[in-house]
């Protein structure tokens, strides 16, 4: 799933070993881990020649780009406010809602901070470990198609600092921006078993983990919102959307490195459970508000796989179930858009081994499985 935690002595050891970052966004940049925390996994894939994400013809759909506002030092009011947690979702939601109209290069997925962005630690709460944890998130603001539409990159999770700061977070943008609607966008873990890499799940309603309870108590949030979606269907939209480049030659390039690192020598096949970690030629976008499925929100590891786990679920991931909770207290629709950024594993490989491929398969394209989910995020801003 986003936002796995890996063992790792230091940040700077990454970066003077020219591995790729963009893993990281899943560690201090990413979720607002402690800078002096270790991670679980020091391994992180090196593929060369990954291709960038394109300028936007956003004409081919009747549309422009979406317009830069003059983002102000308090926070602004705004129609719609669309969050993104991890550093390539942030990246993603740059290249889609601030700098469409050139190409983004794939070093830019793990850009921790990008320009015209605001950082927001306005009335920080005392919490644990609160001198780490330092400020909410960053903001912008932009216009689409006449909505004024706050973006927002959050430092608050479920994981860290906890459930009751990312609550505090949501209540202040509901009680100070006043959005009629609160999209959650970003990467996930599949259960679905027909859900390739990089499919793309709407839907309005979270549920939230409970190892102490059976699932049958776990408690769901549910919206009344119902995506806007003829901009999805515009015979057009495809031709924006981005083939995730998970080649069989750049998912065995992948399984190599794995293997090396690991000490192991399972095969491609076996690694990549029922082929979903395939993509198909471009990514299924699956509006599941009318048959009411849920996600589900853990703060602790949890992995789809081929037995099933889960399936009843549209992803796993690890803040929105809260988001539900708190916007349906205050009134305030909500949606979540999540990309299948690491599929459901083969269920016949141990526990450990579907974590660290799941997690491998995310720090290459994450990036590209993003892109393509902020992109309905905007399509479904734009038909509002």
Same mark, same amino acid.
């Given at each position: %799933? ?20 963009? /893993? #990281?966004?899943? $560690?201090?940049? /990413? ?9 679980? =996994? ?7 020649g ?10 081919? +759909? ?6 830069l ?5 308090? #926070?602004?009011?705004?129609? +719609? ?8 979702? !942030? ?9 469409? @109209? ?8 793990s850009? =921790? ?7 927001? =630690?306005k ?20 216009l689409?198609?006449?909505?004024? *539409?706050?973006?927002?990159k959050s430092? @608050? ?6 459930? $009751? ?6 209540? *202040? ?25 990089? $499919? ?30 003829? %901009?999805?269907?515009n015979? =057009? ?31 491609? @096949?076996t690694?990549? /459970? ?6 198909? $030629? ?8 009318a ?43 909500f ?21 660290? !491929? ?9 990036y ?5 989910g902020? #992109?309905?995020?905007?399509? %479904?801003?734009?038909? %509002?």
């Open positions: %799933m986003d936002r796995r935690i890996f063992i790792r002595t230091t940040l700077a050891a990454a970066a003077a070993a020219g591995l790729p970052k963009f /893993g #990281l966004a899943k $560690t201090l940049a /990413g979720i607002g881990v402690q800078p002096n925390a270790t991670l679980e =996994s020091s391994f992180y894939p090196s593929l060369s990954l291709p960038a994400l394109p300028a936007i013809n956003w004409a081919a +759909v009747g549309a422009v780009a979406p317009t506002e003059t983002t102000p030092s308090t #926070l602004p009011a705004a129609d +719609v406010v669309v969050i993104a947690w991890a550093e390539s979702e !942030w990246a993603a939601m740059q290249h889609v809602f601030v700098e469409s @109209t050139s190409s983004m290069p794939y070093s830019d997925a850009t =921790s901070s990008w320009s015209g962005w605001v950082k927001y =630690s009335s920080m709460p005392s919490a644990p470990s609160s001198d780490d944890w330092t400020y909410w998130g960053y903001y912008r603001l932009v689409v198609n006449g909505k004024r *539409v706050l973006l927002f430092n @608050t999770h479920l994981d860290w600092p906890g459930q $009751t700061y990312l609550a505090d977070l949501i209540n *202040v943008l509901c009680e100070q921006v006043k959005p009629s609607l609160i999209l959650s966008t970003g990467t996930a873990g599949g259960c679905r078993l027909g859900d390739h890499l990089g $499919t793309v799940n709407v839907v309005n309603a979270g549920t939230l983990y409970d190892s102490s309870e059976p699932s049958a108590s776990w408690p769901t949030y549910t919206s009344t919102y119902v995506p806007a979606w003829s %901009m999805v269907e015979a =057009s939209f495809s031709s924006l959307l981005f083939g995730i480049p998970a080649t069989s030659a750049n998912l065995q390039t992948l399984a190599t490195q794995f293997n090396k690192y690991y000490d192991t020598s399972y095969t491609l @096949t690694l990549n /459970g029922d082929g979903l970690c395939t993509p198909t $030629t471009l990514p299924a976008i699956n509006n599941l508000t048959s009411g499925t849920s996600l589900l929100t853990a703060s602790t590891f949890l992995e789809g796989n081929t037995s099933g786990d889960y399936d009843q679920f549209a992803v796993i991931e690890m803040d929105d179930a809260v988001i539900a909770k708190t916007c349906q207290q205050n009134g305030v629709q949606g979540f858009v999540r990309n299948v950024s690491d599929p459901a594993q083969n269920a016949s490989l141990p526990a450990s081994v579907q974590e660290n !491929w799941g997690s491998a398969v995310y720090d290459v394209f994450g590209y499985t993003s892109y393509n902020a #992109l309905v995020a905007w399509a %479904m801003i734009w038909a %509002m």
